[in-house]
C-alpha cells in the first residue's frame, strides 16, 4: 500500500490540470467548494453529475516525513492497521461491506500524508462516511492485531525494495540527496526499525496526527455542497478533536557543495540505468513562480518522443532506448527533479551522461523555443481534459495540493500561472537548478566477472 514516485513518472498536478471554456482564464475544477466543520476538519466537494457514483477520500496530514526519530515507517505502519477494526465495527467488516455495494477502496503512504478512499454508487456515501469517520476516532489495536501485520510490511519491504534493484538504487539516492528534511528516509521505513515498532508506537501516531483538525475530507462525484455538508455534519461532525497536531517540520535543504555519486551493483540487472537527480523548490517552498516553470522544463526536456532528450539521443543519435526527466513539485519541503537515460548497445553510462549534460547546458545556455514552451503547455492542458473524467484523479489532485500547503484557489488558478511562464523564464530555472554540484547521480549496474561488486 505504500505509494512510491518513480523518477518516469510525472507530478500529479502535471497531467491533471483543465481548460475553462473558451475565451475565459484557463481554470481547473471550477466549481470545486470547500468549508471547515465545527471540530477542524476541512471538506472539499467537487461536483460532477454525468453518472450517479462518488469518490469518497480522507487525506490526514501526516507521512513518513513525520515518523518521530528512530520510527521510520510508522506512518505506513499505522495505514496498514487502520484496517484491524474498530469499537463497533471488526476487523473485515468495512471492506465487506464496500465489496458488496459493488465499490472499491484503497490506502496510501507519501511522504506527506496517509490517504484512505472508497469509489462507490452515490446512495452508499452516507455509509462510507459512517465508517471512516468511525475509524478516525475508535480504532482498536491489540498486540495479537499489530505484531503479525508488522511482519506483513517487513515482508512488503523485502518483496518490493529488497529484492528490486531499481528500487534500492531510488532510496539510496533519496537518502543522499535529502540531507536535512525527513525526505531521505524511505516511506516504508528503515528495515531494522520497522522490526521494532510495535502497538504503543502506532496509538501515539494514531492520537497525535488522527484528529479531524488535521484531516481533509474529499467529496467527488454526484454531489452538491448542500447535501455532502448535511452528511458530512452527520458523520464526521460528532468526532472530537483529540490534539492540537505540532507544526509539520520540513527544514530546507542546505546548498548543494559537491556533486555525489551512488552504484548500485546486482547481478539481477540486465540493463543498466543511470539518473542525476537535483535538489529543488517545490510549490511549497517556491519563492515566486520557479515551480511552475520546472514543471514545464522537466515537460520540455523529458516527457514523451518529443522532448529535448529523446529527440536528440534516443531518435537522432540512437545512443538511449530512453531518456526523460520528471519534477515531484507538491511535496510540502524542497523536492527533486530528475533525469535519466537507458543507454544503447556499447555506450557506456558516464557517456550517456555526457549526451544528457550537453542538452541541458544547450538549454541552459541557449534557452528554449517558443514552439518547444507552446508545445508543452498544450500537453499539459490537453492530458488536463482528459484527467477529469476520473473522480479519483479529481480527488488525488486536490488531496495532494491541499496536504503540502496549497489552496482550492492555488489549484484551480494553477493553469493560469503555467499559460503566464515564458521561455526566459525556463531557461533561469535551468540555469540555477539544474547545476551539478546540486545533484546526486546514481548508476545502476549489473555484476560480472569483470565488474564485480
Do not use: C
Not at 85 to 100: K, L, M, Y
Not at 127 to 151: K, S
Not at 252 to 270: G, M, N
Request: without cysteine; glycine residues 6%; negative net charge.
Amino acid at each position: 500500500m505504500v505509494q512510491i514516485t518513480r523518477a518516469v513518472v510525472p507530478v500529479v498536478l502535471a497531467w491533471a490540470v483543465g481548460i475553462a471554456v473558451a475565451n475565459a482564464a484557463p481554470t481547473f475544477a471550477d466549481r470545486t467548494e470547500t468549508f471547515t466543520l465545527d471540530n477542524g476538519l476541512q471538506v472539499v466537494v467537487i461536483p460532477d453529475h454525468r453518472a450517479p457514483i462518488v469518490t469518497h477520500m480522507v487525506w490526514y496530514k501526516a507521512g513518513a516525513a513525520d515518523d518521530p526519530p528512530g520510527k521510520s515507517g510508522i506512518a505506513h505502519f499505522l495505514e496498514h492497521l487502520m484496517f484491524k477494526g474498530t469499537r463497533d465495527h471488526p476487523e473485515g467488516e468495512f471492506s465487506d461491506v464496500i465489496n458488496s455495494v459493488g465499490g472499491n477502496e484503497n490506502a496510501f503512504t507519501t511522504n506527506d500524508t496517509t490517504a484512505y478512499f472508497q469509489n462507490v454508487a452515490k446512495q452508499h456515501l452516507e455509509l462510507m462516511m459512517t465508517f471512516e469517520a468511525d475509524r478516525m476516532a475508535n480504532l482498536v489495536l491489540t498486540d495479537e492485531a499489530v505484531i503479525p501485520e508488522r511482519n506483513v510490511v517487513l515482508e512488503e519491504r523485502r518483496s518490493r525494495v529488497d529484492n528490486e534493484p531499481s528500487s534500492q538504487l531510488r532510496e539510496a539516492i533519496g537518502a543522499t540527496l535529502f540531507q536535512n528534511s525527513g525526505y531521505g528516509t524511505p516511506t516504508i521505513g528503515w528495515a531494522h526499525e520497522i522490526a521494532s515498532l510495535d502497538r504503543a508506537d502506532a496509538v501515539a501516531f494514531y492520537d497525535r496526527y488522527y484528529t479531524p483538525n488535521n484531516a481533509i475530507l474529499i467529496v467527488a462525484g454526484d454531489v452538491t455542497t448542500d447535501e455532502v455538508r448535511r452528511l458530512a455534519e452527520e458523520t464526521y461532525g460528532k468526532v472530537p478533536r483529540r490534539a492540537d497536531p505540532p507544526e509539520r517540520l520540513r527544514p530546507r535543504e542546505p546548498e548543494p557543495l559537491a556533486s555525489r555519486t551512488v552504484t548500485f551493483a546486482d547481478s539481477q540487472v540486465t540493463q543498466p540505468v543511470i539518473q542525476r537527480t537535483f535538489v529543488a523548490p517545490s510549490y511549497a517552498t517556491d519563492p515566486s513562480d520557479e515551480a511552475v516553470a520546472l514543471d514545464l522544463l522537466a515537460d520540455i526536456l523529458g516527457s514523451g518522443p518529443t522532448s529535448r532528450l529523446y529527440r536528440e539521443l534516443v531518435a537522432e543519435k540512437g545512443v538511449a532506448t530512453t531518456a526523460g526527466a520528471s519534477y515531484r513539485s507538491s511535496v510540502l519541503g524542497d523536492s527533486q527533479f530528475a533525469l535519466f537515460g537507458i543507454p544503447r548497445g556499447d555506450v557506456s553510462l558516464d557517456e550517456l551522461m555526457l549526451e544528457i549534460e550537453a542538452v541541458v547546458e544547450d538549454v541552459a545556455a541557449n534557452g528554449v523555443t517558443e514552439e518547444e514552451l507552446d508545445r508543452a503547455k498544450r500537453r499539459i492542458m490537453a492530458g488536463a481534459v482528459y484527467s477529469q473524467d476520473s473522480h479519483s484523479s479529481l480527488a488525488r489532485v486536490f488531496g495532494n495540493a491541499l496536504v503540502t500547503g496549497q489552496t482550492v484557489d492555488d489549484v484551480q488558478r494553477w493553469p493560469a500561472d503555467v499559460e503566464a511562464v515564458t521561455a526566459d523564464r525556463i531557461t533561469a530555472v535551468a540555469r540555477k537548478y539544474l547545476q551539478t554540484p546540486r545533484s546526486v547521480t546514481g548508476y545502476l549496474v549489473g555484476v560480472s566477472e569483470e565488474n564485480p561488486s
